[in-house]
């Protein structure tokens, strides 16, 4: 199965709060904030509910109107790093 | 509590009020319709951050509701990151704090901003907040302060005298290395309005609920709460913060708010006056034109002379710790435990007096005057 077809949704234990365009996460276990701004807050409101990295470069590149295959190797980093860090966890399928 | 001119200054600037009033619906509050200048705005970003609400001056912002330049958008915004930076801090230690009291099986409810953050804005970061405060059974109070030592927590000051916490205190407040606080309340408030507070009724309701990091925290419900926010606003810092105001704002115009509980419970307690003095002030502070059943009756009520006297040892940023304290022995009904309050407050161990006084003499000396210089028992 293609990584990018494994869904990932937001773990249970993260804090969080938008603030104007940026999202502020408190992982698990850590005692330093982490920011996500960019397109970060919109791909945080997309783990709300399981997804995907191939669905989520799809519908942000909609959303911001670029080529799929311009972003998706930022976002696959970006769903990377959170996974690292426990942010977000896989989902069952 | 002697309120630092700090504080009080920002209160009364009209632009730090439309702010705390922005998104309420039937304020008639205005924000100003050109970016402010270099001196109004540091006034208005200093009182965002002392009345905690960075999160309604950026809200403001974005919304296009109060004009900004670019340079004002970025320092409001560092300010507002800064602000849930230590939310989410607090948070995280609630949630441990909650799984210690939980896993000794101590009853809890979350109190003010970490709670109406949660269930009484339309966003969570609208509210910021910065100390955790819980409410615990009397009779486990002792219990939930050793329990935090073990997570590292030191008390701000010691007892009054052993047991005092558990019988008469309003709070307990321990401090961690990290700079994160904790108030441990019995109960809402200092004072004789406090010592009327009927403590079972705060548990006997059914808690309201919130999701935190995948934790599920209690609440107070939202008549509990809103009576706490009332307690707090009138008979806390003087001149009252802007935000506990909001909180009553938020909390009156809930649809769902059962005005009828409301009142009567304060009426239980002895509190209606404190209860109409805020919902007043609320009102008169934020500029809230829409008229709603408890708004009403608080413009309508007149207070006892006893609570009027009560009312007025909150009214004044002189009145100490110790003036409140003392008034509290009007609240306490039985002789017996008035007794063992005074004799607490006038001879307390000396690890109390020593974290508050220069000595045993001089707080005799402040209870006295306290007592017999107003000519009141």
Known sequence: VSPDLARYRRSGGVLYRRVHDVVLLLAPGERQVFALSGAGPDLWELLAEPISVRDAVHRLAADYSVPAETIAPDVRRVFAELAEMDVVTRAEA | ?377
């Not at chain 2, 540091?42 to 965002?48: C, D, E, H, M, Q």
């Not at chain 2, 296009?64 to 670019?70: D, I, Q």
């Not at chain 2, 009007?330 to 000595?359: E, F, Q």
């Open chain 2, 1 to 377: 509590m002697t309120v630092p001119a700090s504080v009080q200054a920002p209160v009364d600037a009209p632009v730090l009020r439309a702010v705390a009033a922005y998104g309420l619906a039937g304020s008639m509050a205005d924000l100003p319709s050109a970016p402010l200048d270099d001196e109004t705005w540091r006034t208005l970003l200093a009182g965002s951050r002392l009345q905690r609400m960075t999160g309604l001056l950026v809200d403001a912002i974005e919304a296009g509701a109060l004009p900004a330049t670019p340079a004002q958008v970025c320092e409001a915004t560092d300010l507002h990151v800064g602000a849930m930076s230590t939310v989410l801090a607090l948070e995280r230690a609630l949630v441990e704090v909650a799984g210690t009291l939980e896993r000794a099986d101590i009853p809890f409810r979350v109190l003010k901003g970490a709670a109406c953050s949660h269930l009484d804005y339309p966003d969570a970061s609208l509210r910021s907040f910065h100390d955790i405060d819980l409410l615990a059974p009397g009779e486990r109070l002792d219990e939930a302060v050793a329990l935090l030592h073990g997570l590292g927590f030191r008390r701000r000051y010691p007892s009054p005298r052993p047991g005092f916490d558990a019988r008469f205190g309003k709070a307990v407040t321990l401090v961690a290395d990290s700079g994160v606080e904790v108030d441990l309340h019995r109960t809402f408030a200092l004072g004789p309005f406090g010592q009327r507070i009927r403590l079972a009724d705060l548990w006997s309701a059914p808690p309201a609920g919130f999701t935190l990091g995948g934790v599920r925290l209690t609440a107070l419900d939202t008549e509990l709460r809103l009576l706490h926010a009332a307690y707090h606003s009138a008979l806390g810092d003087y001149p009252p913060r802007l935000v506990p105001l909001r909180d009553i704002a938020q909390l009156v115009l809930r649809p769902d708010l059962d005005v009828p509980r409301v009142r009567a419970l304060a009426a239980a307690w002895q509190g209606e006056a404190v209860l109409a003095h805020a919902v007043r002030q609320a009102w008169a502070t934020l500029q809230i034109a829409d008229l709603t059943a408890l708004s009403t009756w608080a413009e309508g009520y007149r207070a006892r002379q006893r609570d009027e006297r009560d009312l007025a040892v909150y009214q004044s940023s002189e009145t100490s710790y110790a003036a409140k304290s003392y008034a509290a022995v009007r609240g306490i009904p039985r002789p017996s435990d008035r007794l063992a309050y005074l004799r607490a407050m006038l001879l307390p161990a000396d690890t109390y007096v020593a974290g508050r006084h220069s000595g045993r003499l001089a707080r005799l000396r402040r209870g006295a005057t306290v007592i017999f210089g107003r000519g009141e028992s």
